[in-house]
């Protein structure tokens, strides 16, 4: 359940339900293509392959995500920053 800015409750289950739906459905076409990123990220670059966000989610709380590392470990970042 989740509680709105107004006191009313909302139930999600159906959309948690229909989440977990389309990732089952999904993942048979988006795991080989996962693993292939994977492995031409780390033959094409050291380092890590995932690194982890922090990004403000709903109410404001922070909350981290891992992301596929898709740029160079010293690239520079401030023109993206601003």
């Given at each position: 359940?989740?509680?709105?800015?107004?006191?009313?409750?909302?139930?999600?289950?159906?959309?948690?339900?229909?989440?977990?739906?389309?990732?089952?459905?999904?993942?048979?076409?988006?795991?080989?293509?996962?693993?292939?990123l994977?492995?031409?990220?780390?033959?094409?670059?050291?380092?890590?392959?995932?690194?982890?966000?922090?990004?403000?989610g709903?109410?404001?709380?922070?909350?981290?995500?891992?992301?596929?590392?898709?740029?160079?470990?010293?690239?520079?970042?401030?023109?993206?920053?601003?």
């Amino acid at each position: 359940m989740m509680h709105t800015t107004n006191g009313s409750v909302s139930k999600l289950g159906w959309k948690f339900a229909l989440d977990i739906t389309c990732i089952l459905l999904a993942l048979p076409i988006w795991l080989p293509l996962m693993i292939l990123l994977v492995l031409v990220t780390r033959l094409a670059s050291p380092g890590p392959i995932f690194y982890r966000q922090k990004r403000v989610g709903l109410g404001g709380k922070h909350v981290s995500i891992w992301k596929v590392r898709t740029m160079q470990l010293s690239a520079e970042t401030q023109t993206h920053e601003h």
